[in-house]
């Protein structure tokens, strides 16, 4: 429902031939269910085309191609087919889930003139991930130890854990390690290949300024991001918040990126182009963010509703919301 309105609003366009690319999670493959749910809402209450990208797919570790493959490899392939997709439309919605969302603005900001008019990351971890999921250690165990030679994994403490993340090897077999950042290991996260790029903390100026301007050039940045998460820790790095290193959670307004306005975060911010939406859902977890199904939408809006604190969704938005409302099926 909340994306419906998002999307009559970015309609609002008219004669412009508008698509929607989406882009898969962590351990998805393009056409899981809930994606191919997702594809079907939006088109049959829309009329909005949706692409599923069809890019590394599942879980596996290097050198197959997969969605933990690290993300400088995925990120230019990804952006070769979505510039060949999007040739088609005057704008683009760019849909991202979880990691696909870190994909996705990794994308935007290397894409110069790109054509994106919204972007929406749903239960995607913006800042990065600071500390690991409960079952982190599993999936370490089984797609990064197993892959490494020597490694025993009843060796395994949280700090070691975290240390071990930024080395060379597992970056370099594990996708997800190259958006972690915690900031007690700041040093470690600054000499990474990935993330500090994508935040514009490194890299040369001119390159940083290139960045920036892409990312600016974004009509609308949605975020959707809720606490019953279970995955990203923590959750408010879906809507761009973090923890300190004394482990105080700051909103979107109050990190560095922000503050400092290192890659235009704050530019469109202060330009009334950004939403962020806190979703309370009881029984969901990630999964239930995703709102990568017709069900999940509408379930995470309802639930959303009566205490969604961090809701900014303007007057207008919530008035069509309203007249939505009444013909919701459910
Ligand atoms: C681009 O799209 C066309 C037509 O849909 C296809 O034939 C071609 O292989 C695509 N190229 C790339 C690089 O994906
Ligand atoms: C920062 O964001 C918080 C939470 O969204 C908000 O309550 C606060 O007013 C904002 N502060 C400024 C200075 O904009």
Request: hydrophobic share 35%; net charge negative.
């Amino acid at each position: 429902m909340f994306l419906l309105v998002l999307l009559a609003s970015t309609l609002g366009l008219q004669a412009e031939k508008v698509g929607l690319l989406y882009m898969h999670g962590c351990g998805q493959s393009f056409d899981h269910p809930g994606n191919v749910d997702f594809k079907n809402f939006v088109e049959q209450n829309t009329g909005v085309t949706v692409h599923l990208i069809d890019a590394f797919n599942d879980l596996a570790a290097p050198p197959t191609e997969s969605s933990i493959t690290p993300m400088w490899i995925q990120v230019p392939a990804i952006l070769e087919q979505v510039k060949n997709i999007s040739a088609q439309y005057d704008k683009i919605i760019a849909v991202g889930y979880s990691q696909g969302g870190v994909i996705w603005r990794a994308m935007i900001e290397d894409w110069n003139n790109h054509n994106v008019d919204t972007f929406i990351a749903m239960a995607s971890p913006q800042h990065g991930f600071a500390d690991l999921p409960q079952d982190f250690l599993v999936t370490i165990k089984d797609y990064v130890i197993d892959s490494i030679q020597g490694a025993s994994a009843n060796n395994l403490r949280h700090n070691f854990l975290k240390a071990f993340l930024y080395s060379k090897k597992v970056q370099n077999v594990f996708s997800p390690s190259n958006f972690f950042l915690e900031p007690a290991m700041y040093n470690l996260y600054k000499n990474t290949r990935f993330f500090p790029r994508l935040n514009n903390e490194v890299g040369p100026d001119s390159e940083k300024q290139r960045q920036k301007k892409n990312f600016e050039r974004l009509r609308k940045f949605v975020m959707v991001g809720g606490p019953d998460d279970g995955v990203i820790n923590p959750w408010q790095s879906e809507i761009f918040g973090f923890r300190t290193v004394d482990r105080k959670i700051v909103s979107m307004n109050e990190t560095e990126f922000y503050k400092k306005n290192l890659f235009g975060l704050r530019t469109l911010d202060e330009k009334g182009c950004t939403n962020s939406r806190t979703e309370q859902n009881s029984n969901a977890g990630q999964q239930g963010l995703q709102l990568s199904g017709s069900t999940n939408l509408l379930e995470v809006h309802h639930n959303g509703k009566s205490n969604s604190k961090e809701d900014q969704v303007t007057g207008v938005q919530a008035e069509q919301e309203t007249q939505l409302e009444k013909s919701d099926p459910h």
